[in-house]
């Protein structure tokens, strides 16, 4: 039979507006975050990392911030663009030096 | 650089059959992963590799699979005989393989189809 497919959540914001992603992560000795980027059909694509050692970091357009606190890491985009439209994973590292991706979260712009 | 490369894109096959898929990492990266992605589960670490030796295939599902990395520009995973539950979107992916530079470039992906 068909199996029941994983509903990612999703974020829906208007083209300009800024776009924020959450991610809760797992294990509060991991010290190395990464956000990838996933456009339908292709591979995930780094977009960002920051170390635990940090609680912001950015780049163009986009900013991560992480609060080893609650064990949550945000993304946030400015200005968001029609090619933003993706999928979006978190991505931690802890103990045996691999990396272990989040479910995802699916961005919609909306022209 | 090419970035990681990936084929075949597209498998289609019949349930029972041998399949091959194949991965050239970056040029200069030492390490190698396989990951399996799918709706229900997302992405999965099957196997990975640093100076052509593997180092956990813990996330490799069963006897079914198997990789091999003969040399530092190619690697394979191999599904015998394969079945319609591993049809999915399998990626390679390679990285430097250094602490403190962990990221991974991840190739196109091959979406293998098992009927």
């Known amino acids: 039979g068909e199996s029941v497919g994983l509903h990612l959540p999703t974020l829906s914001v208007q083209e300009g507006d800024n776009s924020i992603i959450n991610c809760a992560y797992s294990?509060?000795?991991?010290?190395?975050f990464i956000w990838y980027k996933q456009e339908s059909g292709k591979g995930p694509q780094f977009i960002i990392d920051i170390r635990s050692n940090m609680d912001k970091r950015q780049g163009q357009r986009v900013t991560v911030l992480l609060n080893k606190t609650v064990k949550h890491l945000s993304l946030q985009i400015a200005a968001t663009q029609p090619g933003d439209s993706a999928v979006y994973f978190c991505a931690e590292i802890h103990g045996n030096n691999r990396l272990a991706f989040g479910k995802g979260n699916q961005v919609v712009v909306i022209p | 650089d090419a970035g990681v490369i990936q084929s075949p894109r597209h498998e289609v096959t019949e349930m029972g059959q041998e399949v091959t898929l194949r991965c050239k990492p970056i040029?200069?990266?030492?390490?190698l992963f396989w990951y399996r992605q799918t709706m229900m589960r997302g992405l999965e670490l099957l196997i990975y590799f640093n100076n052509n030796v593997p180092i956990d295939d813990s996330g490799m599902p069963e006897d079914r699979f198997s990789a091999k990395m003969p040399n530092a520009s190619f690697s394979t995973l191999k599904i015998q005989p394969s079945e319609p539950r591993d049809s999915a979107v399998y990626f390679c992916?390679?990285?430097?393989?250094?602490?403190?530079?962990?990221?991974?470039?991840f190739g196109s992906g091959t979406q293998l189809s098992v009927l």
């Open positions: 294990n509060s000795a991991s010290d190395y």
């Open positions: 040029s200069g990266h030492n390490s």
């Open positions: 992916a390679s990285s430097l393989g250094q602490q403190g530079d962990e990221k991974l470039f």
